[in-house]
Every structure is written in structure tokens, then in C-alpha cells.
Nanobody
């Protein structure tokens, strides 16, 4: 299984980008998925995640109202639409998928990186004027 993240780049503050996560070897609709980011010197943090069970989502407070995670209707792809980008959004963005099963009492939360067992290679997003 591999996840290919793409769509990053350099954008001015207030601009938009759409990140894509394309898998090989799995169908993403069957699994929990997430977008995470890591800025230099900081820990990896969840940006937005989607549950396979009911489509419910987690969205970090720092990006609420600006970012949205969604699955492609026909294509086996997950997207992260990022609007009104800020310099503090600069980071390497990773997509992740959870295919591992857990006992019901031991399931990490949707926004925990420990839930996910497959990770893409990351795509750099730089927000700067």
C-alpha cells in the first residue's frame, strides 16, 4: 500500500491550494483517512480527518472555516481544500489511512496519528508573500 500526496506549493497569504492523496493497493472509501502537518521544530498535528463509519470529520480549531477534507465521488482520492491560507499554515502535509483493526476499547481517536498505519510521503506547503 502506498499513499501519494500532491498539490503543495508556494502560495501567497489569502490564497488557496487543494491537496490530493491517491492510494495504490487500497480503496480509501473503506478506511478512516486523515491529513496531518508538521512544521519545522513542531510535532505532527492533525489538520482534518474523516471517519469511514459515518463520514464524520475532525477539523483542527486552527483551520476551521478554511480547510475541508472530502473524498472524490468517482476517483479513489481524498482531498484537502485549503482556503485563506496563512503563513502559520506552512508545513509538510501528510495524508494517512487507517486499515488496522482495533479492539473497541483500544481505538485511538480519529485525530490521533497513532490510529493510522499508512502514511504518504508528504507535500510541502509554503505560505509567504
Amino acid at each position: 500500500v502506498q499513499l501519494q500526496a500532491s498539490g503543495g506549493g508556494l502560495v501567497q497569504p489569502g490564497g488557496s491550494l487543494r491537496l490530493s492523496c491517491e492510494p495504490s493497493g487500497i480503496v480509501l472509501n473503506y478506511y478512516n483517512i486523515g491529513w496531518f502537518r508538521q512544521a519545522p521544530g513542531k510535532e505532527r498535528e492533525a489538520v482534518s480527518c474523516m471517519s469511514k463509519a459515518d463520514g464524520s470529520t475532525y477539523v483542527a480549531d486552527s483551520v476551521k472555516g478554511r480547510f475541508a477534507i472530502f473524498r472524490g465521488h468517482a476517483e479513489n482520492t481524498v482531498y484537502l481544500q485549503m482556503n485563506s491560507l496563512k503563513p502559520e499554515d506552512t508545513a509538510v502535509y501528510y495524508c494517512a489511512a487507517n486499515t488496522q483493526k482495533y479492539a473497541s476499547w483500544d481505538v485511538p481517536s480519529l485525530d490521533s496519528p497513532f490510529l493510522y498505519n499508512y502514511w504518504g510521503q508528504g507535500t510541502q506547503v509554503t505560505v509567504s508573500s
